[in-house]
């Protein structure tokens, strides 16, 4: 049964409901937490966090599991957030709050009636904090640019149990860690963050013959030079055909010439909740300045073996902002599989780093960040987090490697 210590309820091996509650969406992992705390509000966060301190736990927050990429296991305390998934809705301001559970389908629900639309996901069942905490890249982003750029707010409870804001004027060194920094730096218990004024889009894929790999990937390629900040895409290689998903916020008129041998087009004017996009699993994951020929067909080879994604970037990702880096990427490389010999062959071409919600190897969290803005995280983690307590899964370290 439960065992309530101070306001928050925790769960142990062996307790009913322990194994249900430990999952994740992970298949790959079985994690066995040495706690599991349910919390409803911040002070049970604050109380979750004080416990993992007095028992020697490490903490790790758990809201949807999209993000869970190293398995809690005995020594860390789970700390399940998705009962905290209060949405609310300032049309006036175009600024929507949110608590730690809630999922990007609840954003856009509360927004559309007010002709509004957040910088969502390419999935409506995705936890917003964690998301945006990594950067966020949506399908409104080349307008718009990362998820993390436009939070104003966070309410944080650190390490030590206390509940602070971070904003531009209060603790602005936390502030700026959080918008793409990840969730290394405490338990982020409310979000508020800018909407937009996006009620309808342009949406759906264009599907060409596999036969045309080549030569569709290279007209991608050239078109994308061009391409309005308006118009967010990405071309999908399978053995069996090949796809590109496309979403505009004005009439889709750019497309046409891309789309113009395409052997079926689901182009359509939609509410924005409506527009599912879809996504990629990444195990493979490379950012790129450029895409050479040599790239292109090291791309068409793979996509005759996995569902490889090429998304476009630029536009207003290309911003100064927080923490999220490589920021002049052009196009990001996903691949389903890690096959052998491609990361090899397109280690010669790629920038070099790498994006944190793609990124599922937890050894390579610095490749995420470009060198100052990754010093400057470690010094923050040091300032708010000095017991190194949230040390889990995309850590920063306490001192540069």
Same mark, same amino acid.
């Given at each position: 049964?439960?065992?309530?210590?101070?306001?928050?309820?925790?769960?142990?091996?062996?307790?009913?409901?322990?194994?249900?509650?430990?999952?994740?969406?992970?298949?790959?992992?079985?994690?066995?937490?040495?706690?599991?705390?349910?919390?409803?509000?911040?002070?049970?966060?604050?109380?979750?966090?004080?416990?993992?301190?007095?028992?020697?736990?490490?903490?790790?927050?758990?809201?949807?599991?999209?993000?869970?990429?190293?398995?809690?296991?005995?020594?860390?305390?789970?700390?399940?957030?998705?009962?905290?998934?209060?949405?609310?809705?300032?049309?006036?301001?175009?600024?929507?709050?949110?608590?730690?559970?809630?999922?990007?389908?609840?954003?856009?629900?509360?927004?559309?009636?007010?002709?509004?639309?957040?910088?969502?996901?390419?999935?409506?069942?995705?936890?917003?904090?964690?998301?945006?905490?990594?950067?966020?890249?949506?399908?409104?982003?080349?307008?718009?640019?990362?998820?993390?750029?436009?939070?104003?707010?966070?309410?944080?409870?650190?390490?030590?149990?206390?509940?602070?804001?971070?904003?531009?004027?209060?603790?602005?060194?936390?502030?700026?860690?959080?918008?793409?920094?990840?969730?290394?730096?405490?338990?982020?218990?409310?979000?508020?963050?800018?909407?937009?004024?996006?009620?309808?889009?342009?949406?759906?894929?264009?599907?060409?013959?596999?036969?045309?790999?080549?030569? +569709?990937? *290279?007209?991608?390629? %050239?078109?994308?030079?061009?391409? !309005? @900040?308006? $118009?967010?895409?990405? =071309? /999908?290689?399978?053995?069996?055909?090949?796809?590109?998903?496309?979403?505009?916020?004005?009439?889709?008129?750019?497309?046409?010439?891309?789309?113009?041998?395409?052997?079926?087009?689901?182009?359509?004017?939609?509410?924005?909740?409506?527009?599912?996009?879809?996504? +990629?699993? *990444?195990?493979?994951? %490379?950012?790129?300045?450029?895409? !050479? @020929?040599? $790239?292109?067909?090291? =791309? /068409?080879?793979?996509?005759?073996?996995?569902?490889?994604?090429?998304?476009?970037?630029?536009?207003?990702?290309?911003?100064?902002?927080?923490?999220?880096?490589?920021?002049?990427?052009?196009?990001?490389?996903?691949?389903?599989?890690?096959?052998?010999?491609?990361?090899?062959?397109?280690?010669?071409?790629?920038?070099?780093?790498?994006?944190?919600?793609?990124?599922?190897?937890?050894?390579?969290?610095?490749?995420?960040?470009?060198?100052?803005?990754?010093?400057?995280?470690?010094?923050?983690?040091?300032?708010?987090?000095?017991?190194?307590?949230?040390?889990?899964?995309?850590?920063?370290?306490?001192?540069?490697?």
């Amino acid at each position: 049964m439960f065992r309530v210590m101070e306001r928050c309820a925790y769960l142990g091996p062996g307790d009913p409901g322990y194994d249900e509650a430990r999952r994740t969406l992970n298949p790959g992992l079985d994690p066995h937490p040495a706690l599991v705390a349910e919390a409803r509000s911040a002070a049970h966060v604050a109380d979750a966090v004080r416990t993992a301190r007095q028992l020697g736990l490490a903490l790790t927050v758990q809201s949807t599991g999209h993000g869970t990429h190293v398995a809690a296991d005995d020594g860390v305390l789970l700390l399940r957030t998705s009962r905290m998934d209060a949405v609310d809705v300032d049309p006036e301001r175009g600024v929507a709050r949110v608590g730690p559970g809630a999922r990007w389908g609840q954003v856009i629900a509360a927004a559309a009636p007010h002709g509004l639309a957040p910088l969502a996901g390419s999935a409506p069942d995705v936890g917003v904090i964690g998301y945006t905490l990594g950067g966020g890249l949506g399908w409104l982003s080349r307008r718009y640019g990362f998820a993390a750029d436009s939070v104003i707010r966070a309410d944080v409870v650190t390490s030590d149990g206390q509940l602070i804001t971070a904003d531009p004027d209060q603790h602005a060194d936390l502030f700026w860690a959080l918008r793409g920094g990840g969730g290394g730096f405490g338990v982020v218990t409310a979000l508020e963050f800018r909407l937009y004024p996006v009620s309808q889009v342009y949406a759906g894929t264009a599907t060409f013959p596999v036969e045309r790999a080549a030569e +569709t990937l *290279a007209a991608y390629r %050239d078109w994308c030079a061009t391409s !309005p @900040d308006e $118009v967010s895409t990405a =071309l /999908v290689l399978t053995p069996e055909r090949v796809i590109i998903k496309a979403m505009c916020t004005s009439a889709p008129d750019a497309l046409r010439p891309l789309f113009a041998t395409a052997t079926v087009d689901t182009m359509a004017a939609m509410p924005f909740g409506q527009a599912v996009m879809g996504g +990629t699993a *990444a195990r493979h994951l %490379d950012l790129f300045p450029a895409l !050479p @020929d040599a $790239v292109l067909a090291t =791309l /068409v080879e793979a996509g005759r073996q996995a569902t490889v994604e090429v998304r476009h970037w630029g536009g207003a990702l290309a911003r100064p902002g927080g923490p999220v880096s490589h920021r002049d990427t052009r196009f990001s490389v996903i691949a389903d599989t890690q096959l052998p010999g491609l990361a090899e062959a397109l280690a010669p071409h790629a920038g070099g780093g790498l994006f944190l919600n793609f990124l599922s190897d937890t050894g390579r969290t610095a490749d995420a960040y470009v060198g100052h803005d990754f010093r400057r995280l470690i010094e923050v983690k040091r300032a708010y987090d000095p017991a190194d307590l949230f040390r889990t899964g995309h850590r920063i370290p306490m001192a540069p490697v």
